[in-house]
């Protein structure tokens, strides 16, 4: 009996010992150091998974464990952004949105576009789809027109369509036409109530016209920021009156027109949760809903849990976030930006991750007056055919060129997580002590499983000292090495 324990332990050694060699997985890295040795570059260390376990408690992956799936990642494509790539010459043009929007050799992917719906706070001047001379109506949106999105955006955009055309696209308003307004002002001022139907009837011919053009809108939110009326243009909404107007209005005009389009409410920060939630309370609403949208200039990303805690039935989309460093910088605080809009913004069941936005030339134009952002840098800095790649690019680089649309968030370990500490019995070595550990202390980080199977971690070192973050996967270790300040995206 004991010569045959010991065969079948040899043979099971063996067998473990040929597996390991056989199923041995390389671990692909890029990189990004915050003093800009390394720009979101590929990493020649060859890094494999082993049975040394190291110090210190393990990221552990287990892709068993599913989440949310990911539409993708990007920019907010305005028509400042459009305005400076269509001025580009052609050959430079194309460049740059290979670039951003391919995903062969170093090319980063962006996945996702935010459009205006009209115009936003980063316009040459404020324009809608159906702009008429004071006293006049067209309720029924006969004179409706995309005009000025001919100009930059749809030609910006049927380029883009041509690399990637199946590319996820968001269109958000800032503002109804001003004679739908109780100011007559694109600047603040109520929708009039007798305008409900005619911009749900604006909403409609939007999507449809866009659709002629070969640029099918997967998603439109009612309102970019309801709860701002400082912005040129802009228009606030209490929830009660978005709530009527997709209950009674949009909901039903874009059934009614056969409209596959997803309506999201919200768009606005993450320190009103309870805002979606109203909303959402509403049964009849609710069917028209597809999800809530977020931007996180106040507040805590937290709040985005709690909306998916009450509601897991509805979606969570990440809208917006303006992300700028001092130009010229020596250093690059790619960490914190990372651990934000990465990592929290994901583990807080994002579909997805949106930053404010593609392009701006180097003195931050175009904007509005009298409530346009001023200081809004974008993913790029355009100057003619010169290209300047900001942190904001680097920040979504390193999620959208390896997690594609339809990969799908899975556990890892968070810091705040319990852990598991197995050592060595103080008086007997032989002995294994199993100790729960109240705090993981890893370091900030996010798993997804690819349509393809592959498993992407992103990994941020937000403190001052070399790390060396221990990750667990099917019971292999290895062990990545990560700079102060520096971020990793990991792939095997």
């Not at 170093?106 to 719906?117: E, Q």
């Not at 999507?207 to 309801?226: L, Y």
């Not at 999800?291 to 709690?306: D, K, L, Q, T």
Request: aromatic share 10%; glycine share 6%; with cysteine.
């Amino acid at each position: 009996m004991k010569k045959n324990y010991l065969k079948v332990l040899t043979i099971g050694s063996l067998l473990t010992c040929c597996v390991g060699v056989l199923s041995a997985q390389e671990i692909e890295a890029w990189v990004t150091n915050a003093d800009r040795s390394m720009l979101f570059q590929r990493q020649s260390e060859k890094i494999t998974f082993g049975n040394e376990e190291g110090k210190g408690l393990p990221i552990i992956i287990d892709d068993r464990q599913e989440f949310q799936t990911i539409d993708g990642f990007g920019f907010a494509l305005t028509e400042g952004s459009a305005f400076h790539l269509h001025h580009m010459s052609d050959s430079a043009r194309e460049q740059i949105l290979k670039e951003m929007f391919g995903t062969e050799g170093n090319h980063v992917g962006f996945s996702y576009i935010r459009l205006t719906l009209g115009a936003s706070d980063l316009n040459n001047f404020v324009y809608s789809y159906n702009d008429l001379p004071d006293g006049k109506k067209d309720l029924e949106m006969k004179k409706f027109d995309l005009g000025h999105d001919y100009d930059d955006i749809i030609p910006v955009m049927k380029e883009i369509l041509k690399i990637v055309p199946d590319i996820k696209i968001m269109a958000s308003p800032w503002s109804a036409p001003a004679w739908m307004k109780e100011s007559k002002n694109v600047r603040g001022g109520a929708l009039k109530n007798e305008c409900y139907d005619a911009y749900a009837r604006y909403f409609t011919k939007y999507v449809q016209a866009m659709a002629k053009e070969g640029i099918n809108i997967d998603v439109v939110t009612v309102q970019n920021e309801p709860l701002n009326s400082r912005n040129t243009p802009s228009m606030p909404w209490f929830w009660q009156q978005q709530n009527e107007f997709v209950r009674e209005h949009l909901g039903p005009a874009f059934k009614a027109a056969g409209l596959k389009t997803k309506i999201v409410i919200f768009d606005h920060n993450c320190d009103r949760p309870d805002y979606p939630l109203a909303i959402l309370s509403d049964p009849v609403t609710s069917e028209y809903v597809d999800g809530s949208a977020f931007h996180h200039y106040r507040g805590y990303m937290s709040g985005m849990n709690i909306v998916h805690r009450a509601r897991p039935d509805k979606n969570i989309y990440f809208t917006e976030q303006m992300l700028t460093e001092r130009p010229g910088s020596e250093t690059i605080n790619i960490a914190s930006a990372v651990k934000r809009l990465i990592v929290n913004v994901t583990r807080n069941w994002s579909k997805n991750s949106i930053l404010w936005n593609y392009a701006a030339d180097p003195q931050f134009d175009p904007h509005t007056d009298n409530g346009g952002c001023s200081m809004c840098q974008g993913a790029i800095t355009i100057d003619g055919d010169k290209v300047t790649r900001n942190i904001a690019y680097y920040t979504i680089a390193h999620a959208s060129k390896f997690i594609r649309p339809g990969s799908v968030r899975i556990s890892s370990t968070d810091a705040f997580d319990p852990g598991v500490d197995i050592t060595e019995d103080e008086e007997r070595a032989e002995i294994r002590r199993a100790t729960v550990v109240e705090h993981s202390d890893v370091l900030p980080n996010v798993a997804f499983k690819t349509p393809e199977g592959k498993i992407v971690l992103v990994i941020a070192n937000d403190s001052w000292s070399q790390q060396i973050a221990k990750i667990q996967y099917n019971g292999r270790f290895a062990n990545l090495h990560l700079a102060p300040g520096s971020v990793g995206t990991f792939i095997w």
